[in-house]
C-alpha cells in the first residue's frame, strides 16, 4: 500500500463527492459515472455489502 497523500486516493475521493454533488460531468472514473446518482451508489453497495463504499 503508498504511504503518504498517495494512499488516500484522493481523484476516487473527488469522483465519490461529485457524485455526492450531483457534479456528474466532473466524475473521470466511469465505475462511479455509471451510477448517475450517489443514492444509486449507495443502494449498490448495500445491496453486495460492498463495505469499502459504504466506510
Known amino acids: ?3 503518504g497523500v ?3 486516493r ?3 475521493l ?3 463527492y461529485y457524485l455526492y454533488d ?3 460531468s466532473r ?3 466511469p465505475y462511479f459515472k455509471s451510477f448517475g446518482d ?3 451508489l449507495k443502494t ?3 445491496v453486495v455489502e460492498d463495505f469499502e463504499i459504504l466506510s
Open 1 to 3: 500500500m503508498p504511504a
Open 6 to 8: 498517495t494512499g488516500y
Open 10 to 12: 484522493l481523484p476516487r
Open 14 to 16: 473527488k469522483d465519490l
Open 22 to 24: 450531483g457534479s456528474e
Open 27 to 29: 466524475i473521470q472514473d
Open 38 to 40: 450517489f443514492k444509486a
Open 44 to 46: 449498490y453497495a448495500q
